[in-house]
């Protein structure tokens, strides 16, 4: 999934550990999408969401703590659980769920989005985008109504329903985190966040009676390992310092680079299909983003 980098940075060379932060938000968060795929053989999506983010979050936290980070207050845990589910529950949950009937790259091109909601969920607070902006915001949604009329999506009612879901719920948790409910700082609130949340998709698998074939197919355990090691603690902990030491419009540069590796990876890997007007309304949208982020940045 995607957000907003808006932290100052205090260093902007370009050095070694910056260039790894890099490929790791673009390579690796870019493969996450046919990663959940392949888990998806063995693993239902909220079953395989819930897991994976549950242990990602507890290997975090443990971490944190041994460094000598404070426990996470109530409140802070309250935040934690609403954003979670939010965010976890609903965006990862039901990005998985999407990925069940539709390709792995046409999810994450519609995922693309999620910036453009976001800034428009701003408004809200009384943050209106300049012109710039605004056009990108416009942009986006004129290719997200076209990825919609493309063939995977009209393929798929549900699934188009479940990653519109994703992209709201997604959103809205972005913005109430940064607006009304405060995570812990650090690592520490994103590792309270991932357990609140994966508990949150466990309870969802269990009330959709989802249940994992066993014994699991290797491509499904490796893909499962995939995500946690790479998707939830190298790739994100990378976005974390790109968002410390990088200028904002750098770090959110996989919201658009994303999407072009997904599909690629989705069309030359797991052979799915791609039409060219598929293609086409992906690059309004990622047009449409590097329009926004353009005006961010001014």
């Known amino acids: 999934m995607t957000t907003l980098a808006s932290r100052t940075p205090t260093t902007t060379p370009l050095s070694g550990l910056l ?6 938000t673009w390579l690796v ?13 063995s693993f239902p999506p909220f079953f395989q969401m819930g897991s994976r983010f549950l242990f990602a979050g507890v290997v975090l936290m443990a971490w944190m703590r ?14 934690a659980a609403i954003v979670g589910a939010l965010m976890l529950g609903g965006g990862m949950g039901c990005t998985a769920y999407a990925e069940v009937t539709v390709g792995s790259g046409l999810v994450v091109a519609f995922i693309a989005v999620c910036p453009l909601m976001i800034a428009a969920l701003n408004l809200l607070y009384g943050v ?18 076209m990825l919609t009329q493309g063939a995977g999506f009209q393929a798929s009612p549900t699934g ?14 972005s913005v109430l985190s940064q607006r009304n409910l405060p995570l812990a700082p650090g690592a520490t609130g994103f590792a309270s966040e991932m357990i609140c949340g994966g508990v949150v998709m466990l309870g969802m698998s269990a009330i959709a ?3 994992p074939h066993w014994p699991p197919q290797p491509a499904a355990v490796a893909a499962w390992c995939y995500l946690v090691v790479f998707g939830s603690l190298i790739a994100f902990n990378a976005y974390m310092v790109l968002l410390a030491h990088a200028p ?22 797991a052979n799915e299909v791609v039409t060219s007007f598929e293609w086409m309304a992906a690059g309004v949208v990622l047009v449409g983003v590097v329009l926004m982020l353009r005006g961010a940045k001014r």
């Not at 260039?19 to 790791?24: E, R």
């Not at 041994?66 to 935040?79: D, S």
């Not at 188009?160 to 948790?173: D, E, H, K």
Request: glycine share 12%; net charge positive; proline share 4%.
């Open 248 to 269: 904002a419009g750098l770090a959110s540069s996989y919201t658009f680079v994303n999407p072009v590796i997904a599909m690629l990876l989705g069309v030359a890997v």
């Open 160 to 173: 188009l329903i479940a990653i519109i879901v994703a992209c709201t719920t997604w959103s809205v948790g």
């Open 29 to 41: 968060w870019g493969s996450t999408y046919l990663a959940i795929k392949f888990a998806l053989l």
């Open 209 to 211: 009676g989802e249940t």
């Open 19 to 24: 260039l790894l932060c890099l490929a790791a």
């Open 128 to 145: 209106k985008p300049g012109r710039l902006e605004l056009a990108g915001i416009l942009v986006g949604l004129a290719g997200v109504l």
């Open 66 to 79: 041994w460094r000598g980070a404070p426990w996470p207050n109530a409140v802070q845990w309250r935040n």
